[in-house]
T-cell receptor
Framework: EAQVTQNPRYLITVTGKKLTVTCSQNMNHEYMSWYRQDPGLGLRQIYY???????DKGDVPEGYKVSRKEKRNFPLILESPSPNQTSLYFCASSAQNSNQPQHFGDGTRLSIL | GNSVTQMEGPVTLSEEAFLTINCTYT??????LFWYVQYPGEGLQLLLK?????DKGSNKGFEATYRKETTSFHLEKGSVQVSDSAVYFC??????????????FGQGTILTVHP
């Protein structure tokens, strides 16, 4: 089954404690991205990756890092989380030059106290 | 830059009522347009899409037509069901004709349908 898997689904943590949200896809997609969803703002892109070792900033990259060492994985790293990063996060992937829809993970709800 | 504006919610309807959720966009070039749906506790699912002007996307009784002259992509359904209760997002893709690349989302519209 084609899917994008995020872990953890829920996390409550404290300010300054480094955390990583993992994202893995099994569709051999080149393009992967991270979004955050906040009430009244919809989804906003944080970072994206066109392929292995190629990453770039989206609209709201401050406070986040990513890496793309393997095609299937695209972890989101919060080196020093702050309360304004409390949000619902989604990972997505899609195939290059394809008309197939993007696939989204089920989301990770982060609460930073 | 690109932007998407949706009608503000929440929208509350009775079962079998007619639904319209307005969506307008600003974009350079020729974007693809999408409606995504998010059921409680779940991720986003593509509901329908249109990749060029005058295309009509349809799925599960929902329809939307890509109107370039009015830069709109309004979502409609003739008779809603309780199971349609969800959050609906209008979105556009930077790369016209494909679903690839960055998606720009509207703010989302919460729909609640009562029996």
């Amino acid at each position: 089954e084609a899917q994008v898997t995020q872990n953890p689904r829920y996390l409550i943590t404290v300010t300054g404690k480094k955390l990583t949200v993992t994202c893995s896809q099994n569709m051999n997609h080149e393009y992967m991205s991270w979004y955050r969803q906040d009430p009244g703002l919809g989804l906003r892109q944080i970072y994206y990756s066109m392929n292995v070792e190629v990453t770039d900033k989206g609209d709201v990259p401050e406070g986040y890092k990513v890496s793309r060492k393997e095609k299937r994985n695209f972890p989101l790293i919060l080196e020093s989380p702050s309360p304004n990063q409390t949000s619902l996060y989604f990972c997505a992937s899609s195939a290059q030059n394809s008309n197939q829809p993007q696939h989204f993970g089920d989301g990770t709800r982060l609460s930073i106290l | 830059g690109n932007s998407v504006t949706q009608m503000e919610g929440p929208v509350t309807l009775s079962e079998e009522a007619f639904l319209t959720i307005n969506c307008t966009y600003t974009a350079t070039g020729y974007p693809s347009l999408f409606w995504y749906v998010q059921y409680p506790g779940e991720g986003l699912q593509l509901l329908l899409k249109a990749t060029k002007a005058d295309d009509k996307g349809s799925n599960k009784g929902f329809e939307a037509t890509y109107r370039k002259e009015t830069t709109s992509f309004h979502l409609e359904k003739g008779s809603v069901q309780v199971s349609d209760s969800a959050v609906y997002f209008c979105a556009l893709s930077d790369l016209g004709g494909t679903s690839y690349g960055k998606l720009t989302f509207g703010q989302g519209t919460i729909l609640t349908v009562h029996p």
